[in-house]
């Protein structure tokens, strides 16, 4: 545990030395536990660490509650927001410095009626690492256009200007001023639009139902537009009806056609697949008793690292798909392969498995990396 525990104070420096360590203990534990519980993550560190389960309970709650709230005088309160940076910069870090590219995904995700969180997630391998989140009392939203403006600026500089990175999310999330702040980062928006909307084709005045591009399922459309009449934004708009798909999909973005394609776009579903890890298909967050969304924010935290963690160590046991999925596109824009040899187990699951049995077999501790390979994407 050790080790793990030097990790995370190396890819966190901002945090002093005790904020780290109990960050380290929560993410651990939640790995050996398979469960973000206090009770189920206490008792795991009490008998791996052989201390008392009162003195680790007590640590462990001290971590997520406002500085107030603290014990002592000089326990200071974790900023969450301090820690998306670190965050991104720490998967960086591990990605292959031969990829270039990363394809973020943004999404709201609720649990019950106790809390919304916003989330931007980078999506790979068909999961999804949070590293930046808004979370809200159910009953007590506030406007989300300032807080999604807020989680985007805050990696202003983060990314290498060379480096392409998409921005996928749903219909439900699309704005103009989502679409402005995502190109003023130096990235691409690749948003799904309403067809209730109207569309001007280049060199052209005349508006049309964006419903009419196409009418039956294997039609495909693309072209550079204005779009909405009210409030035109000139983008490249890529329209696909695919079975088994009930509606067509509608992608605005600002790649020319010859650089994107609408298949990238199936990869906002792995954000979705990362809400099922945080929840009852990981660590099990859906069965949280905590009321404040503070203290579930930096909750939120100990998840996204030990997400991050598995889901890196995972794609090292399985390199069959590429990190990103971004199929290169040349001239002739062939379309993706199947995969041959589909995935039985989640990237997410294997990683938890190949730590448990190198501790069980008392070898060193799998750390993981981010290692694309692209194979029929080549």
């Known amino acids: 545990m050790q080790e793990w525990i030097d990790v995370v104070r190396q890819q966190m420096p901002h945090l002093n030395k005790p904020q780290a360590v109990v960050l ?66 720490w998967i960086l870090r591990w990605w292959d410095p031969q990829e270039r590219r990363m394809v973020l995904a943004m999404d709201a995700t609720t649990l019950g009626d106790r809390y919304v969180a916003l989330v931007i997630s980078v999506v790979y391998r068909a999961c999804a690492i949070p590293i930046a989140w808004k979370v809200f009392a159910f009953d007590r939203q506030s406007a989300w256009k300032p807080e999604w403006l807020v989680l985007f600026e805050t990696f202003r500089e983060v990314i290498p200007h060379d480096w392409t990175v998409l921005v996928l999310a749903d219909r439900g999330l699309y704005a103009n001023w989502l679409f402005g702040a995502i190109r003023a980062l130096g990235w691409h928006p690749f948003l ?21 591009l196409v009418q039956h399922h294997g039609d495909t459309w693309s072209g550079t537009v204005t779009c ?10 890529l329209v696909c009806w695919a079975e088994p798909y009930t509606d067509p999909w509608l992608i605005l973005t600002d790649l020319p056609t010859d650089q994107a394609a609408i298949v990238w776009y199936s990869l906002r579903a792995w954000i979705e697949c990362g809400f099922r890890h945080i929840k009852r298909g990981g660590w099990q967050w859906h069965q ?33 798909l590429p990190a990103s999925t971004l199929d290169p596109l040349p001239p002739d824009r062939p379309q993706p392969h199947a995969h041959s040899h589909p995935r039985l187990l989640s990237c997410f699951r294997l990683g938890i498995f190949a730590i448990l049995i190198a501790l069980i077999q008392h070898r060193p501790l799998p750390l993981g990396s981010f290692r694309p390979r692209y194979g029929p994407f080549d």
Not at 70 to 76: M, Q, T
Not at 197 to 210: D, E, N, T
Not at 301 to 317: C, D, K, P
């Open 288 to 320: 949280t008793r905590m009321t404040d969304p503070a203290r579930a924010s930096r909750h939120w935290l100990a998840i996204a690292v030990a997400t991050l963690w598995v889901v890196s160590v995972g794609g090292e046991v399985d390199p069959s």
């Open 24 to 89: 380290a203990l929560w993410s651990f534990g939640m790995v050996l536990a398979r469960s973000c519980g206090l009770t189920s993550v206490t008792h795991t560190i009490a008998k791996l660490t052989e201390q008392k389960e009162d003195t680790v309970r007590q640590r462990l709650r001290e971590w997520n509650r406002d500085g107030p709230d603290k014990c002592g005088k000089k326990r200071l309160e974790l900023e969450v927001s301090t820690c998306f940076v670190p965050l991104l910069r």
């Open 192 to 212: 799904r639009i309403n067809a209730n909307g109207k569309y001007c084709r280049q060199g052209s005045s005349q508006f049309l139902p964006l419903s009419q």
């Open 228 to 237: 909405f009449k009210a409030n035109p934004v000139r983008a490249t708009l």
